[in-house]
């Protein structure tokens, strides 16, 4: 019997590449007579256009210059809905929405012409702040500056406050974060009306891009093709926003007549891209005498920026795991997206989730105090297990043991010792240390009826020699999607990995299998190829070309063959919803994900009260993620994410004036360093589910929910502050301790 | 990158006074660049304003460290990697080696010179208050001579100077007046643990008998739009007993001489709160 | 390519140095960023940018021996130096001991902080040949990454010190 290589550290296929720096991104590319393109920007945030000024001394006659009127069809960038503007016309609703593109050969006169253009308009109010907004101080989107609402109600939360015996309240809220991948974006387009469009970028998701530039130059499907370069990074900042290069890129090339390369440097990428949504949520929280949840009432608002994008999404995943792994049987959650002239807020990692579960997290710590109870007691009295119902009453239909992963998290940190230890040791110390946990969960694939709308595609191709080819249109950025498949092929199809070779994203040859986001990729289309690997198995088994028992060389010459015989080997497959998943879109009730992450994560810190300085001294990470398929990329999922989520707890703060980000460099906008990262401890508990392959989940974003909670929720053991938002930067934290009267010496 | 590089000279003197004689001909228009490591930053954030350059960097005669009893002197082009490096620095200027070791990277101490620091002359820079704590001198070199200068009157305002136009730093010299009995203290508070540009930057020595105060130097960055001797603060724990009584009033007196600001970095109240703190720690280690 | 009309440009000059362990020349701005004249005057694209502030590292190459961010190097100061990249760690296809780590551990995701990392990690090794975590931390405390967590960035490196990786001369 073959051994199995699911569960296996099989090392990615395209490593190499990487550690020799011979794998080429987006930058590394270049086509002969290639234009360099430059964006100019709205330096205000709301007005209108009145006049764009081309100054003196730039030979503008050899610039290729493109404004609103130079789109051959729609000027919106197509996403969920068609408000965004590719170019703005009349109007700019944000700081930094681009106006003019500009294209050039020589890319230094190109940045000393795009200083040159002065861009005179109007101001108009703008809204600055979710109050504002939801105050409709100014309506500054649709009817009411609403871009999306939801309401979920499970029993009835009204009734229950008579018999509370604890009534806890509380609001929280959670900053901008900048996905700061290292490589910032960039496109290269080629266009015309001849040929179409073929774009070559830093991307997520190749038919996002498809979909958002048929309607921009009006031309058919198959007259526009999407090639991913190799990707450096993501995390959700290149979802949805290099549609929208590629729509610049694409117009300028199409000008010009000559291929085009937008390649933002890091100032623009931050300030101009998306950020996670910033948000407010509020609790209010009935307890009966004996630590049970009786009710909970949360109001959860997330600040949506200029247009819609994916913000009803983010609020959707947001709005489900508000209320987290508790049964608790009347909840009520009223959530919206607003808009704010800022640039949109988009998709990263986590998506509305790491926002809802932060406030979630330190409530329940709260609560748990208010109560009597220690917080895993009050926890311990209150999570969900199979059979009982979520906030949205899905029910739980997975073994899910939380109990289980909180004990696993203590006993591998020390919890119980070193809370008491600490306790003691901050008397009298300018050091305190803390200790502090998260409870969370994370669905797995998009929400509902989502994966049944996209209806995923994958197609597996075998050649004469007996290689299989995995033509997906899921994208490899450093997450190891390509593995994932090769491994999953090659175990269906009982072949060695070197007999596997996923293809790179290519619109003209690969099917549309859905965006690489949403912790979907191992779980969805890892499903659909290990699908159609079996449906080329059987085929090749059926046609009695290949024995039962086979090695790699029988097959081989079994798919050589075939293929004179019948023609291609091939497989289609389609994704179907697994028969029992039931949502409803207008009550929002159902079964939310067809599965679960579940998680407890732990922060040890120590705050220096001289300083108010947060440092993360130890970390331990438990999930129940399904079966693992590749223990080391999982494992760097979860230490990546993590670090981003110590980011978003202690370091990363977004500095707004005006509607612009005033601190958009590296330098200024913080990420942690291999100083400031934690030893993470990860464990992986392995429950296998039903429909992933091998009982494979979604892993990519649940590190982003429990992390800042867990570290919140230490530095207020730590302090005794009661953090209510994230980032703890020291300057908020220094005010709490000196109320607290630890700030001076 | 948001320069129009074209724009930019710079050239290589074959030798100091090459560099000296092209400075005195033509005044403010050429000058001197050494490591690059604040210039370059401010080129490709396209805030580079002056746009003719004379490489300073290889100069034989701004490297080097020469040592008598009395003092050590080394050239200005002197890297923080080679600061970091050498063993009587370190063993008698630690607040100097501390501050080369919490300044950028590496990779920026290995090409950024402590001269190009000072002359950069930014409040939030890590050197200077090691510098006025050590009563360092600068010589300032033209074509016309060299002159020293104390350091602490180096700085007149914000991003301003006593360099003439036509000068440059040559040599930085630490009086070795100290001695093992000196109690030093650096504390640097940032923005993250490594790489991080300076909130509040303090460094401190002292010279303490039976628990009094004989002594004290104190110096802080990032609180002022100069590198800040805290003169008032130095002259009210003049021989005094160490208490924390003492440790209080000397909170006072400072939270009343520096001039913190807020910025997209931090803000004045906790610069001022933490440089507070700082001093209280530095007193608490003396105390001990 | 078309004169501007403005503003001034300067002469280009022509800088020789050694990359990789070959004479190299190339032609460009004396206040051009080193970084833009490996990538684009020698096709060397192993080296990155990422922040063009000094501040990522995904720029750092090895410059006379010290590892430095070449962004921040202008061209006139790279006359003469002994250059090496990424390009320049294996040896004639042969990987590193560092890079052959990097791929076993789990050091890379995306990559694109890889290249500067390894030549910081390299760097770090002829320093310490047997470095302790804090060493390593240090060591590579001015290399960003966004997709690790650093956590198999340290064991990568750790464990090519332990199975004797080759630090390769230079």
Known sequence: MKESIIGKSILRPEGRGKVTGTARYIDDLDFPGILHGATVRSPVARGRIKAIHFGEGIPWDQFTIVTAKDIPGKNYVALMINDQPCLADQFVNHAEEAVVLLAHPDKYLLEEARRAIRIRIEPLPAILTIEDSLAKKEIIWGEDNIFKAFAVNKGDVDSAWAEAAFI??????????????????????????????????????????????????????????????????????????????????????????????????????????????????????????????????????????????????????????????????????????????????????????????????????????????????????????????????????????MARLMERAFEASGYHEKRARFERENQGSAVKKGIGFAAFMHGAGFTGSGEEYLASEALLEATPEGIVRVLAGSTEMGQ?????????????????????????????????????????????????????????????????????????????????????????????????????????????????????????????????????????????????????????????????????????????????KDGRMINGQMTNYIMPTSMDVPPIRVIFEEVPYGTGPHGAKGIGELPLDGTAPAVANAIAHATGADIRRVPVTPEALIETLEMLELAHA | MRAYVPAYEIQAPPDLSAALDRMAAEPNEWKPFAGGTDLMVLLEAGKLAHTKYLNIY?????????????????????????????????????????????????????????????????????????????????????????????????????????????????????PRNGGPAWKQHYRKVG?????????????????????????????????????????????MLQGEQLSPALSQAAQQTLAREIAPIDDMRSTARYRRRVAQNLLAEFLEKLSA | MPEPVRPKSVQKIRVTCSVNGAPASFETYPMARLLDALREELK????????????????????????????????????????????????KGLLNGVQQSFLEHGGAQCGICTPGMILAAVNLLRKYPRPTELQVREGLAGNLCRCTGYTKIFESVLEACRSQGEVPKR
Not at chain 2, 88 to 115: K, M, P, V, W, Y
């Open chain 1, 168 to 401: 806890v309240e509380g609001e929280y809220e959670t900053g901008a974060q900048e996905q700061l991948y290292i490589e910032p974006q960039g496109i290269i387009a080629r266009a015309n009306p001849a040929e179409g469009v073929t774009i070559w970028g830093s991307l997520q998701c190749p038919y996002y891009i498809h979909k958002a530039l048929t309607p921009i130059f009006g031309l058919p499907k198959d007259r526009v093709r999407i090639i991913q370069a190799e990707t450096g990074g993501g995390f959700g900042g290149k979802e949805e926003y290099p549609s929208m290069i590629s729509a610049h890129a694409a117009l300028l090339a199409w000008k010009s007549g000559t291929p085009v390369k937008i390649i933002y440097d890091r100032a623009e990428d931050m300030v101009a891209t998306t950020k996670r949504h910033p948000s407010r949520t509020r609790h209010r929280t009935a307890v009966s005498r004996d630590g049970k949840l009786l009710a909970m009432d949360i109001d959860f608002t997330l600040d949506g920026g200029a247009y819609e994008t994916v913000s009803p999404v983010v609020l959707s995943r947001g709005t489900i795991h508000a209320a987290g792994p508790y049964a608790c049987p009347n909840v009520r959650i009223r959530s919206r997206a607003v808009a704010t002239n800022v640039p949109p807020h988009g998709a990263f990692r986590g998506f509305g989730a790491p926002q809802s579960v932060f406030a979630l997290e330190r409530h329940m710590d709260r609560v748990a105090e208010a109560a009597g109870l220690p917080p895993d007691e009050f926890r311990r009295r209150n999570f969900v297990h199979e059979g009982q119902t979520l906030a949205v009453s899905q029910v739980v239909r997975e073994k899910v043991d």
């Open chain 1, 480 to 656: 190891g999607a390509n593995t994932v498949f090769t491994q999953v092929a090659a175990e269906a199809l009982g072949l060695d990995c070197d007999r596997i070779e996923v293809l790179q994203p290519d619109t003209a040859y690969v099917p549309n299998s859905g965006p690489t986001v949403a912790s979907r990729t191992t779980m969805i289309v890892g499903g659909l190829v290990e699908s159609a690997a079996r449906n080329i198995l059987n085929t090749l088994l059926e046609s009695g070309l290949l024995k039962s028992s086979y090695d790699s060389k029988d097959f081989a010459e079994a798919c050589r063959e075939y293929i004179a015989k019948f023609g291609p080997l091939k497989s289609f497959v389609k994704y179907h919803q697994p028969a029992d998943v039931h949502w409803d879109d207008t009550t929002y009730q159902g079964d939310a994900y067809g599965a679960y992450g579940w998680a407890v994560y732990l922060a040890e810190v120590s705050v220096d009260t001289r300083t108010a300085e947060v440092r993360v001294d130890n970390f331990t990470a438990v999930q129940e993620v399904g079966t693992i398929v590749n223990p080391m990329l999982a494992a760097g999922q979860v230490e990546g994410g993590v670090a981003q989520g110590i980011g978003f707890a202690v370091y990363e703060n977004v500095v707004w």
């Open chain 3, 44 to 91: 060397l694209t192993g080296t990155k940018e990422g922040c063009g502030e000094g501040e990522c590292g995904a720029c750092a190459i090895e410059m006379n021996g010290d590892l430095v961010n070449s962004c921040l190097v202008p061209a006139l100061q790279a006359e003469g130096a002994t250059i090496r990249t990424i390009e320049g760690i294996a040896n």
């Open chain 2, 58 to 174: 290889h100069l034989r005669e701004l490297r080097g460290m020469s040592v008598n009893p009395a003092n050590i002197t080394f050239g200005a082009a002197t890297t923080y990697a080679q600061i970091r490096r050498d063993s009587l620095l370190a063993a008698e200027f630690t607040l100097l080696c501390s501050a080369a070791a919490e300044t950028g990277s590496i990779a920026t101490q290995n090409r950024g010179t402590l001269g190009g620091n000072i002359a950069n002359a930014s409040p939030a820079a890590d050197s200077p208050p090691a510098l006025i704590v050590y009563d360092a001198e600068l010589e300032l070199v033209s074509s016309r001579g060299s002159r020293w200068i104390a350091y602490r009157d180096f700085h007149t305002g914000y991003r301003q100077s006593l360099l003439r136009p036509d000068e440059l730093i040559r040599s930085i010299r630490l």
């Open chain 2, 191 to 235: 923005t993250r643990r490594a790489q991080a540009i300076s909130k509040v930057c303090f460094a401190g020595a002292a010279l303490v008998e039976n628990g009094k105060i004989a002594d004290v130097r104190i110096a802080l960055g990032s609180i002022a739009p100069t590198v800040l001797r805290a003169t008032a603060t130095e002259q």
